[in-house]
């Protein structure tokens, strides 16, 4: 199971970051204008990372990162597992105890599920993400 997160820290600046890595979108279609024409750009971590994305001076991210156009501008989304996300939240402190640090990882698992299943509008969801 995938999670598709759309992180509120982000912002133009990891456009731009995450830009500048070299990866290129694919050729536009033969009746396409000329140059590149794609509705989304992919960054995914290449083999030897662990699964991680680095841009210089922004983080680093689990998982994929797409660039999606989104009403007024642009959207990034973080696609990570179901396990992977639950590793990156921080509502408690990790110093907690165990029984605390359980207790947020249940909550957290739940909250994802109920945010992927659900069918109300939302500015996240109509940019591909489940959760924001």
């Not at 820290?9 to 204008?33: H, I, N, R, Y």
């Not at 207790?103 to 992927?116: E, F, N, P």
């Amino acid at each position: 199971m995938r999670v598709r997160l759309a992180p509120t820290a982000f912002a133009l600046l990891t456009v731009a970051a995450l830009a500048s890595t070299g990866t290129a979108p694919a050729p536009a279609a033969a009746d396409s204008p000329a140059g590149w024409v794609v509705d989304r750009v992919r960054f995914e971590p290449v083999d030897g990372t662990g699964g991680l994305l680095t841009a210089e001076g922004v983080g680093t991210y689990r998982g994929a990162v797409e660039i999606v156009p989104a009403p007024g501008g642009l959207a990034v989304v973080n696609e990570v597992g179901l396990e992977d996300y639950l590793k990156g939240i921080a509502e408690v402190p990790p110093e907690w105890p165990v029984q605390a640090l359980q207790a947020q990882v249940i909550a957290a698992r739940t909250y994802a599920l109920h945010s992927m299943s659900s069918t109300a509008d939302s500015p996240w969801k109509a940019a591909g993400a489940h959760i924001c």
